[in-house]
T-cell receptor, first 113, second 114 residues
Framework: KNQVEQSPQSLIILEGKNCTLQ??????????LRWYKQDTGRGPVSLTI?????NTKSNGRYTATLDADTKQSSLHITASQLSDSASYIC????????????FGTGTRLKVLA | DSGVTQTPKHLITATGQRVTLRCSPR?????VYWYQQSLDQGLQFLIQ???????AKGNILERFSAQQFPDLHSELNLSSLELGDSALYFC?????????????FGPGTRLLVL
């Protein structure tokens, strides 16, 4: 069964600290993996998109990694800011004849001053 | 602001009713996607249209239908509404046919079924 699991479910860190969020998937066939940031009650915003051949992709203070062999991805946030408080969602795209988008349940990050 | 607009922002209706949600994609985007986000199920992909044609289908119920018009705006029709249909409905758009490019999400329509 195609699944995307994220950990931890929630995380609290102090401003300025780094953190890493995890995403494990069992989706096949694999097309790409996306990370989104979603503020409460608002639409998700794309952070990174990685295909099978990409190991790392950065977007400012956000760096995503992908290990297609172990089917794991991580999102590293450097020097966190209060505005990083949000849910971070991992989405895997499958290409079984047509595209399908399988969402993880997200990690809720809270950054404290 | 993603450039994707959705109307209405909020909708309150009763069980058994029918509603229509509207989405205008970013200028130049040909693909429109619909997603449902509920508290218990998270975000789920419903359906995608590209230049007026259905391109991909996800977990869309038979009571739900969508279409994309020649001017590229899209509508999601929800009928015979049930309490469990209460959710945030997002529309997203992209330039590509689907799968590989960035998707830009609208602000969503919050539907409450009483």
């Amino acid at each position: 069964k195609n699944q995307v699991e994220q950990s931890p479910q929630s995380l609290i860190i102090l401003e300025g600290k780094n953190c890493t969020l995890q995403c494990n998937y069992t989706v096949s066939p694999f097309s790409n993996l996306r990370w989104y940031k979603q503020d409460t009650g608002r639409g998700p915003v794309s952070l990174t998109i990685m295909t099978f051949s990409e190991n790392t992709k950065s977007n400012g203070r956000y760096t995503a990694t992908l290990d297609a062999d172990t089917k794991q991805s991580s999102l590293h946030i450097t020097a966190s800011q209060l505005s990083d408080s949000a849910s971070y969602i991992c989405v895997v795209t499958s290409t079984s004849g047509t595209y399908k988008y399988i969402f993880g349940t997200g990690t809720r990050l809270k950054v404290l001053a | 602001d993603s450039g994707v607009t959705q109307t209405p922002k909020h909708l309150i209706t009763a069980t058994g009713q029918r509603v229509t949600l509207r989405c205008s994609p970013r200028s130049g985007d040909l693909s429109v996607y619909w997603y449902q986000q509920s508290l218990d199920q998270g975000l789920q992909f419903l359906i995608q249209y590209y230049n007026g044609e259905e391109r991909a289908k996800g977990n869309i119920l038979e009571r739900f239908s969508a279409q994309q018009f020649p001017d590229l705006h899209s509508e999601l029709n929800l009928s015979s509404l049930e309490l469990g249909d209460s959710a945030l409905y997002f529309c997203a758009s992209s330039v590509e046919t689907g799968g590989t490019g960035a998707q830009y999400f609208g602000p969503g329509t919050r539907l409450l079924v009483l």
